[in-house]
């Protein structure tokens, strides 16, 4: 069971990146994947959730009107892009699964999920 994030780097505001999180091992399809951020000095916070099955999804506050998560279940992938992203959207961000968890109204505690991937770091200059 392996989780695999990439698309991190260096870009300015308001350029579009595009985040993947790569699942071997499993079907990440049936799993809820969650990203998650660590920026410098702050804890882990959960941004954005997808549930299995239906695919709802969550974004909390502070992104939702930014960030989209998407899955190609072909390529048992999940996808997070960042739309107009903001030097405060700097951190590491990290995929988490897990097969028990939903993300109707809430991105589930960091605590929660089960497989994590190694986290891929963003970095959004001014």
């Known amino acids: 069971v392996q989780l695999v994030e990439s698309g991190g780097g260096l870009v300015q505001s308001g350029e579009s990146l595009r985040l993947s999180c790569a699942a071997s091992?499993?079907?990440?399809?049936?799993?809820?994947v969650g990203w998650l951020r660590e920026a410098p000095g702050k804890e882990r916070e959960g941004v954005s959730c997808?549930?299995?099955?239906?695919?709802?999804?969550h974004h909390v506050d502070s992104v939702k009107d930014r960030f989209t998560i998407s899955r190609d279940n072909v390529q048992n992938t999940v996808y997070l892009t960042v739309s107009s992203p903001k030097p405060e959207d700097t951190a590491k961000y990290y995929c988490?699964?897990?097969?028990?968890?939903?993300?109707?109204?809430?991105?589930?505690?960091?605590?929660?999920?089960?497989?994590w991937g190694q986290g891929t770091k963003v970095t959004v200059s001014p």
């Open positions: 988490a699964a897990d097969a028990e968890l939903y993300c109707s109204d809430a991105v589930p505690d960091k605590t929660e999920f089960g497989s």
């Open positions: 091992g499993f079907t990440l399809g049936d799993y809820a």
């Open positions: 997808i549930t299995h099955g239906n695919g709802t999804e």
